[in-house]
């Protein structure tokens, strides 16, 4: 990876606890757009927004059709919508089929992404209970990015990140208290 244009987070049971930890040590001037996908009950309240806002500097905001990617900002994908990332750097959302159980569907978001942005974004996946998130992974790999997993000893539900690491060879795998200080490096 030369230089970091995006990373992606995607997430399912267990993950928001690794976000809160994570987000305070993130620093406020991250030269990148920062992407979460989590699986999420259908509705229309920003407590998760609100929640996530809380505990970081960077500006955070629930995606918006067509809203176009800004560095040191957190974007959170919508419920029931899959989040896509078109060439020109916006944000699409897609109500088609649910994959893997899932919409948003963390594949169909971590493939759109590294389709835009190749070797140049990093996609990390964390806690979960189904295997959503590793055929993506697998996609930012063959695409040159940087693939981070959390480490499963380290997640509420351990099947997300396990199966991902039986498929795939990760960059890292990471603790929460190690993930602020990746993500920051990656501006290097």
Not at 21 to 42: C, E, N, Q, T, Y
Not at 67 to 73: I, N, V
Request: net charge negative; with cysteine; hydrophobic share 45%.
């Amino acid at each position: 990876m030369t230089k970091c244009e995006a990373l992606m987070i995607g997430g399912s049971a267990g993950s928001l606890e690794v976000l809160l930890k994570m987000l305070p040590g993130l620093d406020p001037a991250l030269p990148f757009p920062v992407i979460i996908v989590l699986h999420r009950m259908s509705g229309k309240d920003s407590i998760l927004t609100d929640l996530l806002a809380a505990k970081t500097q960077l500006r955070v905001k629930e995606v918006d059709e067509k809203d176009t990617l800004e560095p040191s900002t957190i974007y959170i994908a919508p419920p029931n919508y899959h989040l896509l990332i078109e060439n020109n750097r916006t944000f699409s959302l897609d109500a088609s089929e649910k994959v893997n159980f899932s919409r948003p569907s963390l594949d169909v978001s971590f493939e759109s992404a590294a389709d835009v942005f190749g070797k140049n974004m990093a996609g990390l996946l964390l806690s979960g209970a189904n295997s959503d998130g590793t055929a993506g992974l697998k996609i930012i790999a063959q695409q040159g990015g940087k693939v981070l997993v959390q480490n499963p000893l380290t997640a509420v539900v351990n099947y997300m990140p396990a199966h991902a690491l039986e498929q795939i060879e990760a960059d890292a795998i990471l603790t929460p208290d190690e993930m602020p200080g990746y993500i920051n490096s990656l501006t290097n």
